[in-house]
Each structure stands twice: as structure tokens, then as C-alpha cells.
């Protein structure tokens, strides 16, 4: 293994342990500062004021309660790496390896073979680290793919991509599901008269409305624009009109303007327009087929003078 070309913190706990530091195999020049500790206080308070990276601890350490000190130590940092000196051979000590500590050296041992563990030691912990960074970075990555930067709902694409997968889930399994197709009416007028960012605000907005009107296993997702759509898990026809209904009067209630310029107030509360659909139906074979009839019914509803919801399966609506 090479050398340790980052600079780590060593905890020294115990004289067994501090004959490591005063010999000199963790210098200055291979990235190791090094401090000490007496007792189990001095460790603790060194862990959590020194940014410890590894702790070698003297199990013969007076007082030492070795598992006690080992929970601690991970409740600290979970990241610090922690190594015991025995000079135990039965292999009563061996528990320890049951609190995640990275190693256990029996004495008597060389310098060179301590100095390899160590190194060993934090050489794992720093690709842990790396790896754990690397998969938030991953998890934010895919958030971002996934989600509608300005309203933090899904985005089209990734709509497309789950309501296809959850179609064809509820059509095996003979299940039943609902989609509601959402417009804000006269929204340009927002956008013309206010702003783009007094419209963003509206939009930011309707899709906290929506979210509180939904339940976990709902998905929403911004279509496009102003438009919005929602998938219904098990969801039957008259929970898709339920729903539907309680974001209607929802949006219709809301004050907008207080939130987003109240010194600028809109001269009439927003309103939406909503078109659903629901499978198993005659009309709908396909997850295209069920956005097509939420997407009709939506602008029946656009045509019967707005503010209202219009059902796919209501042909006279």
C-alpha cells in the first residue's frame, strides 16, 4: 500500500498505544498528526473535538469498557476508524469485531505491521466515504432527471416512462386506475399582465395545492406549460371525480396573490379546467389511450366555459 497522502488525525489511547507516536512511525511528512489520550474521558473528548480519523486503543486502558467505548466512538463519527491493541490470545476480545471496529492487533507486534494496519484502516474508511458520496451524488443525479425544476413535481418524461410501467401493472393484475389532466384557465393573462415570475409563483403554487390533495402513491407530474397531469393508482371511477373535484375547489378558493405579489393583487381568484379518465373502460386499451381521453375531456371542459371538471366516461358532459 503506498502512503497515506491525505492528512489524518491519529487518537493514541493508552501507553501501549503511545509508543507508536513517540517512536515516530506516524510523522508529520506521511500526513499523520497525532494525539493522545489517558483514560476513556480524554478519548471521548478528543473524538469530538479533534476531528479524529482513527483511534488505537489500549485494551488494558484502566477503565476501559472496550464495547461501551466502541458505540460511542461510532455515535461520534461513524466514519472513524478504530483499532484495539490486546494482549488477549484466547480470542475472549474477539467479540469487539461485533461493534464494527476495522481491526484488532495482538501484541507483541512490530512497528511496521501497526503502521500497515492503520494505513489499511483508513484507506477503507476513505473509500467508504467515496463511495457514499458517490451515491448521493448518484440519488441527486436522478432526482434531477426525474423532476420538473421549477415545481419540483415529476417532469413529462418520466411521466411518460411510469405511466406506461403502471398501466401494464393494473391491466395483469385486472386493477384499476385513474388519470386526471389539469390547465390553468387564461394563464397567459398572468404571464401578460403580471410577469413570467408572478407566473412561475402560480404555477410553484398549483402544485402544492395538488400535492396536499394526493395521497403517497399518486403521481404528479408537470405535462407542460401550465398543463399538469396525475396519475391515480386503484383508483375507480368515483374516486377519480372525488379527487378531481376537491383540486377544483381547492384551486378555485386559493388566494394566489397573497403569496405571490400582494401589493400587486390579480383582479379575479385562478381557476382550473380538469379532464379525467379511468381503465378499465371500453375506450381505453392503452396508457395512451387514457391520456388521450383525460386530454379530450379536458378541453370539453375548456369549451363548457372552464372552471370545471368533465369525465371521460360522461359523454353528454
Not at 488505537?56 to 466514519?79: A, H, M, Q, W, Y
Not at 492487533?105 to 463511495?131: G, T, Y
Amino acid at each position: 500500500m503506498t502512503d497515506i497522502i491525505s492528512t489524518y488525525n491519529i487518537l493514541l489511547a493508552g501507553s501501549e498505544a503511545h509508543r507508536f507516536g513517540k517512536s515516530g512511525i506516524l510523522k508529520t511528512k506521511d500526513g499523520f498528526s497525532v494525539f493522545y489520550a489517558a483514560n476513556n474521558d480524554e478519548i471521548e473528548i478528543r473524538a469530538k473535538t479533534d476531528n479524529i480519523n482513527l483511534v488505537l486503543v489500549d485494551d488494558n486502558l484502566p477503565g476501559l469498557d472496550n464495547l461501551d467505548l466502541s458505540v460511542k466512538l461510532r455515535t461520534i463519527d461513524p466514519e472513524m476508524a478504530i483499532i484495539y491493541l490486546t494482549k488477549d490470545s484466547n480470542g475472549e476480545n474477539d467479540i469487539l469485531w461485533r461493534y464494527g471496529i476495522d481491526d484488532l492487533v495482538r501484541e507483541p507486534c512490530n512497528d511496521k505491521e501497526v503502521k500497515f494496519r492503520i494505513q489499511r484502516a483508513l484507506e477503507m474508511h476513505r473509500l467508504s466515504s467515496l463511495c457514499t458520496n458517490l451515491r448521493s451524488e448518484n440519488t441527486n443525479l436522478l432526482t434531477l432527471s426525474q423532476t420538473d425544476g421549477l415545481t419540483r413535481l415529476f417532469n413529462r418524461r418520466y411521466f411518460n416512462d411510469v405511466i406506461e410501467t403502471e398501466f401494464a401493472r393494473i391491466k395483469r393484475y385486472a386493477g384499476r386506475m385513474g388519470c386526471l389532466m389539469i390547465d390553468i384557465d387564461h394563464f397567459k393573462n398572468v404571464n401578460d399582465n403580471f410577469g413570467h415570475f408572478v407566473g412561475d409563483q402560480v404555477l410553484k403554487q398549483l402544485a402544492k395545492i395538488m400535492q396536499k390533495n394526493l395521497r403517497t402513491i399518486d403521481i404528479p407530474a408537470r405535462y407542460g406549460g401550465e398543463e399538469f397531469v396525475l396519475i391515480l393508482p386503484e383508483t375507480g371511477e368515483e374516486g377519480v371525480e372525488v379527487v378531481g373535484e376537491k383540486i377544483l375547489l381547492a384551486v378555485e378558493s386559493h388566494n394566489f396573490a397573497s403569496e405571490t405579489n400582494p401589493e400587486v393583487p390579480f383582479p379575479e381568484r385562478l381557476t382550473v379546467s380538469i379532464g379525467g379518465s379511468h381503465y378499465p373502460h371500453d375506450d381505453i386499451v392503452s396508457a395512451e389511450s387514457l391520456l388521450d381521453n383525460a386530454d379530450q375531456a379536458l378541453y370539453r371542459a375548456k369549451r363548457g366555459g372552464r372552471n370545471r371538471l368533465v369525465l371521460s366516461w360522461e359523454k353528454s358532459k
